[in-house]
Each structure stands twice: as C-alpha cells, then as structure tokens.
C-alpha cells in the first residue's frame, strides 16, 4: 500500500513550488498532500499545527530565512523531517543547516528521483545528502571553537573520539594505524564500534555527529 504523507514547500518562488509540487504529484512511490507557503512565517504556522509530516524548506525567502525557520520548527517540532532545498552550495551554510539539525540537503538542480528518495528517506528517520553536499562536506576544513572535555558527548571513549577526528579529516585506516601505532584492523574494529554506538551507518553521518558535537 502507498503511504500518504503531508509535505510542505517553502519557497518564495512560485515556479520553484510548483516544479516541486509537479514533481512530487507525478511519482508513485508515495502519495503526497501538499501544502505551499512563500515565506518562513508562514512555514512555521503550519507546523505549529502539526498537520505536516515533511518540510522542503529553501534557505533564501523574504523576512524570516530558512536557517532560521529551521530552527524555530525545531523547537516546536524536534522530531519533524526537513529537507533543505536550496541553490546554496556554499560549505559554511551546509554546515550552519546540519548543527540546527536538517535531515536533509540537496540543491535545486537535483533531479525528481533524487527529491523524491531525500523525502523518503528522511521521513523514515535516516538522514540524506546529495552526492554533491556530501563532497563539500567531506572535503571541507572543520573549524570550530574548542570545548571543554566536559562540554563534549561522553558516549565515545578518548580514543575512539580521535578516531573519529582523524575519520572527518579524510585519513584512511592505514594512515590512522600508522600515525597511532595500530593496525588497519584495530582502526577498522574501532569505526564499526563507533559506528554502532552511534547507530551511524554512513561517513557523512559520522561528519554531521562530529561537528554537532564539536569533535576535531
């Protein structure tokens, strides 16, 4: 049987909404209600009524922007789906919707196959990223302020958590064994356990859990 979920689409264009609504109508993995608002304000009434299972939000709207809509849906709704749908490719951005907690991020280039896997897949709870933000991502430099060992998620162990560091900064297990003293065995095994521990399944997910929590 389809499932039917509720989408909104935010954007302040009216050709953009309706090249998504199009899109999304014409598909048939899942049957879509959707809903259109041109500007945050408006995004976050309808959420506050929680008539809403997914949101495509784009970042450029008049008044209220996107990254701030998403963090005000968040804190109404933490647990809410939101994609973000935008032309903005820049890495500070990208990263900027990841910590207020995006579940998604692919660009307005992306074709109907690739919209309509993003909200499927985030409306099942896994996060999702194009092919070209998740390049950005991974080959960005991370710079973020330091934080206290206290301040820090304690779930990882002191090696595991510069494991992870040296993971986001794009070292094979080879590279990481070798500059800690361990074999590409004991690196692997130390990626599932971090991986695990973090119901984590992919690099990426493990590049959005380190900035979130200010691991280097």
Known sequence: MIKTYKVLIADDHQLVRNGVRLMLEN??????????VSNG???????????VDVVLLDISMPGMDGLTTLKKIKSVSKQLPVLMLTMHNE???IKQALKIGASGYILKNSGIDELVKAVLTIVEGEDYYSNEVSQILLKGT??????????RNEILSSREKQILGMIVRELTSKEIGDELCLSSRTVEGHRNNIMEKLNIKSTIGLVKYAMQHNIE
């Open 91 to 93: 890495e500070n951005v």
């Open 142 to 151: 991370i710079k973020r302020p330091k934080k206290t060992l206290e301040e």
């Open 27 to 36: 598909q048939k993995d899942f049957k879509p209600i959707i809903s259109e």
């Open 41 to 51: 304000e408006d995004a976050l009434k309808i959420v506050e009524k929680g008539e």
